[in-house]
């Protein structure tokens, strides 16, 4: 069975540094991997996705991701953070047949002033 | 734009009673998705239809039916309300297309007393 893993139930950074939220991922096959955003009482929003090609992924609101194959790992970068980044954040992987997908727990971004 | 509309916000219901959900996509989309998000547990599904009158149970469906007479909604039913389904409710549908991402509505967040 698939599974998709985000080992920090909370990241907290400063505005303006680097941010980092961790992913790892267990998939047979290819992986397809997205990361989603979501924002207090909103849905979930599409940040970016790893399909084939370039390991870095560039996606919306600035953020990035680089996939790892060796290490299995998926994670979501910004250079700069801003207080408005502050949000829940999902990583996805996307199951054999293409359709569903199998999310993990969550990791909450809190980006202060 | 893909528009995804969930027809509550809130829902405050009684245990026992049956409780519908409605989604609506514009965008003719194939595949439809009703997720429930716990904290601490992500988005688990609970099911998923490819089709018209199709449906396939995802990962959590006891509990739960759900309805597709039509393409554009997706209908899920909670049969006798119990307080262990006081959740929060995403629908979300996806495009007959390759690796695409889903779209999410805004969430319904059901509260069983």
């Known amino acids: 069975a698939q599974s998709v893993a985000q080992p920090e139930d909370q990241v907290n950074v400063a505005e303006g540094n680097p941010l980092t939220v961790k992913c790892t991922y267990s998939?047979?096959?290819?992986?397809?991997l997205f990361w989603y955003v979501q924002y207090p009482n909103r849905g979930l929003q599409f940040l970016l996705k790893?399909?084939?090609?370039?390991?870095l992924v560039k996606g919306s609101y600035g953020f990035e991701a680089e996939f790892n194959k060796s290490q299995t790992s998926f994670h979501l970068k910004k250079p700069s953070a801003l207080v408005s980044d502050s949000a829940l954040y999902f990583c996805a992987a996307l199951n054999s047949g293409y359709s569903t997908l199998t999310f993990g727990k969550g990791t909450m971004l809190l980006v202060s002033p | 734009d893909v528009k995804v509309t969930q027809s509550s916000r809130y829902l405050v219901k009684r245990t026992g009673e049956k409780v519908f959900l409605e989604c609506v996509q514009d965008?003719?989309?194939?595949?439809m998705f009703w997720y429930r998000q716990d904290p601490g547990l992500g988005l688990r599904l609970i099911y998923f239809?490819?089709?018209?009158?199709?449906?396939e149970k995802g990962d959590i469906p006891e509990g739960y039916s759900v309805s597709r007479e039509k393409k554009e909604r997706f209908s899920l039913i909670l049969e006798s309300a119990s307080t262990n389904q006081t959740s929060m409710y995403l629908c979300a549908s996806l495009p007959i297309v390759p690796y695409n991402e889903q779209f999410f509505g805004p969430g319904t967040r059901l509260t069983v007393l």
């Open positions: 998939v047979s096959g290819n992986p397809y």
């Open positions: 790893y399909i084939t090609g370039d390991n």
């Open positions: 239809s490819y089709d018209v009158k199709m449906k």
């Open positions: 965008m003719d989309h194939e595949n």
